[in-house]
């Protein structure tokens, strides 16, 4: 059993929660440890030092991310790793020219892979029926976001930073031609690991209260409204002190999903998926 936290834990622990909610003590500090500390201090951060990562290092976050869940043990994902600049600029051009893909000194795109899992079958000559199912895909999806969580968690305990970029499903079609990837293998979204360059810092972004996303017994809608109303307050200042486009969240929400347009390519993902060799039945 965890001692109590001493008042120096207890502080830290306040000014994170707070940080993140924009609000008071949530519920009172009973327990407290380092990895708490490390996911609570989680900022997306999107300017880094070329200093490239010690030997060793991403090794050890791959092995993190490995020891993340994956269902029914099928490890339906993988993962590249971009060092290489130019081609770190030819997939920034694909994310909308994110400067932050050229500079970090490593970008892992993953992938949702179910290329190994038909490779093995057909070697023993057996066809895969569940392969083209949604829900197939949608394992390999999980697994990969899930692997990536795990890295990001371990980089961050390291002392480096990281963002992620979804951007790169703007043309996956690219990406897979530039990372030559076979059929039935997609790229997710990729990610950022490196230094964070002191000269920009990046802060820690409030998310939705806790009355917003946490129900208990039952869903409801109208319970929401009073910590969507306060989140969309708290991420107005948020944006006005990072000097940021303040919109607050609920504009946000709406500009992000009222038009086709606004979804940069991506609408096209149910073709894309078919070429990429998944039917999706």
Partial sequence: MNARPDEATLKLARELLHARYRAGDIAGVSAWNDTLATLLSHRSVRAYQSTPLPDGTLELIVAAAQSAATSS????????????ADRK?????????????RECPV??????????V???????????????????????????????????????SLGLST???????????????????PPRVMPVFGLCIGYADPARPADIK???GQGAVLHREHYSIPAQQEGIDEFDTALLAFQKEQKMRAVGWIELVINRLATIPAMMGRERLREVLRTFSFDLD
């Fill in 163 to 181: 963002v992620y970029i979804g951007a790169l499903r703007n043309d996956p079609e690219t990406v897979a031609a530039e990372l030559q990837l």
């Fill in 73 to 84: 043990n099928l490890q339906t994902w993988s993962v590249v790793a971009v060092e290489d």
């Fill in 107 to 116: 970008f892992l795109v993953w992938l949702a892979d179910l290329a190994r």
């Fill in 206 to 208: 409030p998310r939705l």
């Fill in 118 to 156: 038909d490779h093995l079958a057909k070697s023993r000559g057996i066809s895969l029926a569940a392969l083209p199912f949604v829900e197939t895909f949608l394992i390999a999806v999980i697994d990969a976001a899930l692997a990536a969580q795990n890295a990001v968690v371990a980089a961050e």
């Fill in 89 to 101: 600029a030819k997939l920034s051009a694909v994310a909308a020219n994110q400067a932050h893909i």
